[in-house]
Nanobody
Framework: QVQLAESGGGLVRAGGSLRLSCVVS????????MAWYREAPGKQRELVAV???????NYGDSVKGRFTISGDNAKKTVYLQMNSLKPEDTAVYYC??????????????WGQGTQVTVSS
């Protein structure tokens, strides 16, 4: 059983910073990638950033230069450092993990989401 626990969301003023964390629990799998998505009211869920087991990262255009994703494979944890926050960053942020079993099957799991609200 794979479970994700997100933390770090909250209310912050524009220009401020927040750090999100996502811890993956469970065993008998390896992590291929971990990512953050967000979903604002009335909008589709969009990719914010992805971190692969090889250390590669990729970012959505709207957060490049402001957000930084990092991971600790040993701790099964991914972080999202969000700086220079804007009101348009307000959304529910979801953590996603892609895991691979010993049988070479891959699965993806989502966290419950954490609210980030940026006031102007």
């Amino acid at each position: 059983q794979v479970q994700l626990a997100e933390s770090g969301g909250g209310l912050v003023r524009a220009g401020g910073s927040l750090r999100l964390s996502c811890v993956v629990s469970g065993s008998a799998f390896s992590i291929n990638a971990m990512a953050w998505y967000r979903e604002a009211p009335g909008k589709q869920r969009e990719l914010v950033a992805v971190f692969t087991s090889g250390g590669n990262t990729n970012y959505g255009d709207s957060v490049k230069g402001r957000f930084t994703i990092s991971g600790d494979n040993a701790k099964k944890t991914v972080y999202l450092q969000m700086n220079s926050l804007k009101p348009e960053d307000t959304a529910v942020y979801y953590c996603k993990v892609v895991v691979q079993t010993s049988s070479q099957y891959t699965f993806q799991y989502w966290g419950q989401g954490t609210q980030v609200t940026v006031s102007s």
